[in-house]
């Protein structure tokens, strides 16, 4: 059984920092893509990062400078430290993999960026 679950989350002023940890297991983590989506009141779920099983990582234009996505395979734990957080990165955050051709996601956790 796939789960995957978050932490990290929850209230800070504009220009803080939050660290982010989504731990998984029944999956081969080492071999793994592993990606962070975030959903906004009313709005589409967004991809915001992404690392391959090599270390390689993608970030969306919106957080490029300020999130860092890395991964620790001997804790099969993935993590996104966002720094200079502002009121728009105000969102529920969803750890995702794809495995097996099946698509996973994590229960989400709320990051909330007061002005």
Known sequence: QVRLVESGGGLVQSGGSLRLSCTASGIAFARSGMNWYRQAPEKQRELVATVT???????????????????????????????????????????????????????????????
């Open 53 to 115: 099983p090599g270390g390689g990582t993608n970030y969306a234009n919106s957080v490029k400078g300020r999130f860092t996505i890395s991964r620790d395979n001997a804790k099969n734990t993935v993590h996104l430290q966002m720094n200079n957080l502002k009121p728009e990165d105000t969102a529920v955050y969803y750890c995702n993999t794809v495995y097996l051709l099946s698509t996973y996601w994590g229960q989400g956790t709320q990051v909330t960026v007061s002005s």
